[in-house]
């Protein structure tokens, strides 16, 4: 029996929810299923969520590319977006403790928490369009969070982005140091703790109805572009084939 790739640290009434796939904590289908269950496991009985990802690497390094294939690509979605659609739904609050590399679904999961407190060596990204694809959640979110010109150039670019620029475009909540992130995400925990669960979850959800976004139709929307149309290019199979093979890729512009 293999290991579970997500683990759950309850501590009173936050729960930490732990990324266990070092180094990288690939996000793979089995993986994303762990993580729709330990969030219907834990946001019931919690007020605050604390996603964290283990090893010295980094939060999360993506969605595993292995499963953009269009054999898996929609079991992949399924899976993964139902992890946004349960927290979504969820009346707790969400936080994302970010060391090192946040890229792709990694980047996805810690803008969609209500606080990003990030190491200043952290580094954000979305790379999918390097790979001849695109992130959904980041195309519904991210341009509400820092504006349609920085999301495109984040989008569009797949260039990485440093935790200290990430925190001006608001990205980011509250920068750490490197050595201090634990203790200030017991802060930040501590610091809900004292106010009414109640209040901040019917505040939270205020806030975002007011985002001025259905995020589950829009999702749904951008998911079925992607499955029907991008990932049937022949550009988005050589961008895959080639990340997988380690060439650069030949587009045809089909």
């Not at 683990?7 to 729709?36: D, H, T, Y």
């Not at 999360?60 to 899976?79: E, F, I, K, W, Y």
């Not at 790979?131 to 670019?157: E, H, K």
């Not at 634990?182 to 979850?201: C, K, R, T, W």
Request: hydrophobic share 45%.
């Amino acid at each position: 029996m293999s290991e579970p790739t997500v683990r759950i640290e309850s501590k009173g009434r936050a729960v930490w929810i732990w990324l266990a796939r070092a180094p990288l904590n690939i996000l793979n289908i089995a993986m994303m299923r762990e993580l729709g269950e330990a969030i219907d496991a834990a946001a019931p009985n919690h007020d605050v969520l604390v996603f964290q990802g283990s090893g010295p690497k980094g939060f999360s390094a993506g969605a595993d590319v292995g499963d953009h294939t269009p054999d898996r690509v929609g079991d992949m979605l399924n899976a993964f977006h139902g992890v946004f659609r349960r927290l979504w739904r969820a009346n707790c609050l969400t936080v994302a403790a970010v060391h090192g590399w946040c890229l792709g679904g990694g980047c996805e999961l810690a803008m969609f928490c209500d606080f990003v407190i990030a190491t200043g060596s952290a580094v954000f990204g979305q790379p999918e369009i390097k790979l001849g694809a695109m992130p959904p959640v980041a195309t519904v979110l991210l341009p509400r969070l820092v504006g349609p010109r920085a999301a495109a150039d984040i989008i569009l670019t797949g260039r990485n982005v440093p935790a200290p620029e990430a925190a001006k475009l608001g990205l980011v909540t509250r920068l750490a140091l490197d050595e201090g992130l634990d203790a200030d995400v017991q802060a930040l925990v501590h610091e809900l703790g004292a106010l009414s669960p109640l209040v901040l979850s019917m505040t939270r959800n205020e806030l975002r109805r007011h985002l001025a976004m259905n995020f589950e139709r829009e999702l749904s929307d951008v998911e079925a572009f992607y499955l029907e149309h991008l990932i049937r290019t022949n550009d988005a199979t050589e961008g895959l084939r080639a990340f997988m093979e380690k060439r650069a890729p030949v587009w045809t512009g089909r």
